[in-house]
């Protein structure tokens, strides 16, 4: 990291608390380094900062809605790539039937959030039963499958060539958020020892983003026991616990689940919305100019944002400002609401993100216009 040249200043009419007490008829736009944990500054403007009558070019904010995706695939590797960049492939996986065959990536980590529907996943380390709104870490080069009867759409993020780890509490407390205990690992139970057997079985293989097929002439999933410090891992949203101040919106970034080198995975949970008076009741404005921010909407309703609804995913590319659209600026401003029921993940990527081609086919293409009074 460089030292930064940091010397903090006031010039004009200004508050003096960031996000608190701004000047009468101003909106506040951050500028930021490393995401909001570098230096930063607070702009007041007279105008909100994305009131723009159009932009054109490719840097545009992009909103997509995966339930128009439409595909049900067996495997995970054949739902279809929609964001990516050399350190992170972002998928949505909607399967209505049971893997006949065990996945393994050989490419990086993998995350996935189980978006709809609840499935048994039996991987090396043993069996676990998964329910809507887990996430679930498998480490690269686990074998692993799931059975389920019902549809399930999974959001899948992996980290290409990376590790997945826990962010730093700092002078919150190592059990901040969520304490570590609350992660549940898999179980060398009744279920995994039952599903073991010498039926011929095959392994498919991601790597380089090719398929490689293995087969066994028996079930390789056929641990007896295991001991160490690595697992696969699951945390459900609602053991999440949030963050709060009802002085001071506090920026995302302290929401962080799980980190990479490359990028962070923050989730957004149902929680009191701020009740000072001087407090901003929405997020601030800002340009977050070291990151990509991609957000998954999982359910309820996102109080930044005006006609997005669960599973659809929007693209915040650096460079430029975002912030709420027009609607819930206003009722944040008039505090018309007391608690956020919204649950949503975001996804900031160092990297520049490649919209796919999947991605484009869903895409709403009016959603630029969203803050300007277009739609």
């Not at 616990?241 to 962080?256: D, E, G, L, N």
């Not at 070291?290 to 460079?319: A, W």
């Amino acid at each position: 990291m460089p030292k930064w040249i940091s010397f903090p200043k006031v010039k004009g009419k200004a508050s003096r608390q960031a996000h608190c007490d701004l000047p009468p008829n101003t909106f506040e736009r951050e500028m930021s380094k490393e995401g909001f944990s570098g230096p930063s500054a607070q702009f007041h403007h007279k105008h909100p900062p994305t009131s723009w009558s159009r932009i054109e070019g490719p840097l545009q904010p992009r909103a997509f809605d995966t339930t128009k995706l439409g595909n049900t695939v067996a495997s995970p590797w054949q739902s279809d790539i929609l964001l990516h960049n050399d350190f992170t492939k972002i998928r949505v996986w909607q399967s209505n039937e049971s893997m006949d065959h065990l996945a393994r990536n050989a490419d990086g980590d993998e995350l996935l959030f189980f978006h709809l529907g609840n499935a048994e996943l039996y991987c090396d380390f043993g069996h676990l039963s998964i329910h809507e709104g887990d996430y679930v870490l498998l480490p690269r080069g686990t074998m692993w499958r799931l059975e389920h009867d019902e549809v399930i759409n999974v959001l899948m993020i992996e980290a290409t060539g990376l590790s997945y780890g826990l962010p730093e509490k700092g002078m919150l407390g190592h059990h901040a958020i969520f304490d570590q205990a609350m992660l549940d690992t898999p179980e060398i139970d009744a279920k995994f020892i039952a599903q073991q057997n010498d039926e011929s079985t095959k392994v498919a293989v991601k790597r380089d983003e090719q398929i490689s097929t293995v087969t066994y002439p028996f079930n390789p999933l056929d641990a007896v026991g295991w001991h160490g410090d690595l697992s696969v891992v699951r945390i459900n949203w609602r053991d999440i616990r949030p963050v709060m101040s009802h002085r001071y919106h506090i920026a995302p970034s302290v929401h962080s689940t799980f980190l990479t080198d490359r990028f962070i995975v923050c989730t957004f949970c149902p929680r009191p919305i701020e009740s000072d008076p001087g407090a901003l009741k929405v997020p601030f404005f800002h340009n977050n100019d070291d990151y990509d921010e991609v957000l998954f909407y999982h359910k309820g309703q996102f109080f930044s944002r005006d006609n997005i609804h669960p599973g659809m995913i929007t693209l915040h590319p650096c460079g430029l400002t975002h912030g709420p659209h027009p609607k819930a600026l206003e009722t944040g401003n008039k505090a018309m609401r007391k608690e956020t029921d919204e649950v949503a993940v975001m996804i900031d990527t160092r990297d520049t993100l490649t919209v796919g081609s999947a991605a484009e086919r869903v895409e709403w293409k009016d959603y630029v216009n969203s803050w300007g009074g277009g739609v």
